[in-house]
């Protein structure tokens, strides 16, 4: 069964006149890590299914080269879910994507619904165990289940196969090669998987010079990325028995991208051991020392604080966790409920103070508080990535006319 909005997007395919088809779904697709699902994409299309994306909530993964592989990614708040969409327009394999099939057309050309649109069944038998040996190097037992449910509609002269044939190494054919699927010979399949690279390669007359220009654009590509996928910071403020810290750790395990946590504290970590510098004689306690900050220093004054701003810029969004005291000290029973409220009502007075700051509720329950934020940091996500497409959030193309009708 499909997810709802993957339900939408390819319902939106359909009436844009897209031609594409599903390659293959994750097995965790729907929970929340998500997982990604790869389409084949007619490349003439490629900017209506742009524009359905955007429509559908998706936000574009900001990259340098807008060639054959584009992704989408979104979060569906109601099902707590991540949907990670791999757009391709080339079936392509192997160490970047080197090894061309050139067999993208007649594969959409031969595609059937079932539930959704998908390959034929031949098609996808030979996609996707062309993916598990030239991408992966070895062949998962979900996919092994699948590829023995395809071998019976396998074909020996169909369009895929004929491409496999002209590059198979010497001792295989495709023919060996649905037979080992069928007795669940695994691991020789798997052991074809360096050789059958090597004589692809041979083949389309690739060499280390064209690999060395392959790598380099993806190292440059990496690079670029490294700044236009900078990650957002985000305060969590609020006092004891507000729920920081479980809203952190639940945001961390369920976030589709590596988060990491930094306690900003007084105290915890090392601060707790603070008292044992005191060594009679040399430190006073409750003493004061006034250090004057002569006028001809301003200028280093100044020129420091511009580096610190730099350097630890603030953060992207202020977060301040909002509970009553009584409901803050019956979580951790620290503090009475008045000194809780009082320290409550002067984390709200920052409204207004701090431009990126938001009150969260955090009386609801603790899933539906951390499902709140992710689509709160999320929505921060899509405007700054779509600013960098588009120049700004708000300039977006207008969406087309409709055209008449692994």
């Known amino acids: 069964m499909l997810h709802p909005v993957l339900e939408a997007v390819f319902l939106a395919f359909e009436e844009a006149g897209v031609r594409w088809c599903l390659l293959r779904t994750p097995a965790d697709f729907g929970t929340p890590s998500g997982g990604d699902v790869d389409l084949l994409v007619d490349p003439a ?31 569906h708040r109601p099902t707590d879910c991540w949907i990670w969409l791999d757009l391709v327009t080339e079936l392509s394999f192997g160490p970047h994507s080197a090894l061309r099939t050139r067999a993208e057309r ?57 491409v496999v044939e002209a ?40 060499g280390p010079w064209q690999m060395f220009v392959l790598r380099r654009s993806r190292l440059m590509d990496k690079l670029w990325d490294l700044r236009r ?28 991208f590596p988060v990491r946590l930094v306690y900003m504290g007084l105290t915890g970590g090392l601060l707790r051991h603070i008292a044992r510098l005191h060594v009679p004689g040399l430190v006073f306690l409750g003493r004061l020392l006034v250090l004057p900050h002569p006028e001809r220093l301003n200028w ?26 009584e409901v803050m000290h019956a979580r951790k029973g620290e503090y009475n409920p008045r000194q809780l409220e009082e320290w409550r009502q002067h984390f709200l007075a920052l ?34 990535w779509r600013s960098q497409c588009f120049g700004t ?12 009708s692994e």
């Not at 037979?179 to 041979?202: K, N």
């Not at 604080?305 to 202020?318: E, F, I, Q, Y």
Request: charged share 25%; with cysteine.
């Open 351 to 384: 409204e207004g103070r701090i431009p990126q700051l938001e009150i969260l509720d955090t009386t609801q329950p603790k899933d539906a508080v951390r499902a709140d934020v992710i689509d709160r940091i999320w929505q921060r996500y899509v405007a700054r």
């Open 167 to 206: 590059v198979c190494p010497a001792g295989w054919t495709p023919a060996r090669m649905t037979e080992s699927v069928s007795r669940g010979d695994w691991i020789t399949l798997e052991q074809l998987a360096p050789p059958l690279t090597t004589a692809w390669m041979r083949q389309d007359s690739i």
């Open 45 to 75: 299309h490629i900017e209506s299914v742009r524009r359905v994306m955007e429509a559908c909530g998706f936000a574009p993964l900001p990259t340098r080269n807008h060639g054959v592989h584009t992704c989408f990614l979104s979060y």
């Open 229 to 256: 996928r900078r990650g957002l910071s985000i305060a969590l403020l609020g006092p004891d028995g507000a729920g920081k810290s479980t809203l952190a750790m639940g945001i961390q395990h369920s976030f589709i």
């Open 300 to 325: 280093l004054r100044r020129a420091s604080r511009r580096l610190d701003r730099h350097a630890c810029p603030g953060p992207d969004m202020v977060l301040v966790l909002n509970a009553p005291g």
């Open 106 to 162: 007649g594969c959409l050309a031969r595609r059937q619904r079932d539930g959704a649109v998908v390959l034929a069944l031949d098609d996808a038998f030979w996609v996707l165990l062309l993916h598990c040996l030239l991408d992966k190097g070895a062949i998962a037992p979900r996919h092994r289940k699948r590829l023995e449910e395809l071998v019976a509609a396998v074909r020996a002269d169909s369009p895929l196969a004929r």
């Open 393 to 404: 959030a708000d300039a977006m193309p207008e969406p087309e006319p409709k055209p008449a």
